[in-house]
């Protein structure tokens, strides 16, 4: 009788199977990869992928999912951080990632959301739709967060702001795929992006700042 696989190791392994996508993806991009390619890199067998995953697309939207969970930490409660800090380590952390894309998902991105098959049924991916909402629920609440703590004192509702920061970083990860950082000056546009939620969530860590400072001028 085989060993009973329980699901702590299924869990490790599936993750470890995705690890492998994530490099071919990276390495061929969503046009260029195959579950062959995965078997190979993985060093597994034909049945031991499929066992997890159904075709190349379905390895996709589970990598997407995966991805999308790290990124969701930033926006974690965080004793040791206020809410504007870790804004801005999130930035710094989209810079590098969207500079070298070489090393990231981006170019595959953009191949599978420009896709034939995407956009002409998008109703047959459900969780596109929830990622957006998913993510729009997890900066809502960071937002709404933050202004509840007395660390923001947004201009605009919480939820505008969300949605305008998914939308201004889906199109700046979407042409740099097309152009290149350097063609999209993605460090400029990041601290554009920064200067815009700064004017809209009004931080209150920068007006204690300018408080001290000035009292540092008052006592001189």
Known sequence: MSPKVNEEYKKQKKIALLQSAKQVFIRKGYNGATMQDIMETA????????????????????????????????????????????IKNWLNKQQDEIGSMEENLVLANSQFFSSAQYRNNKDAYPYIAARYDGTLEVLTGFFEKGAAQGEFAPRLPAESIARYLISFMDGLIMDTAHMGPEKTKVKEQLDALLFTLEAMLDPVENKTGTTEKENKEDVI
């Open 43 to 86: 060093g597994v067998s034909r049945g031991a992928l499929y066992a997890y995953f159904d075709n190349i697309e379905h390895v996709y939207l589970e990598l997407l999912r995966h991805e999308d969970r790290k990124h969701e930490v930033y926006f974690r409660s965080d004793d040791r951080e206020n809410c504007w800090q870790q």
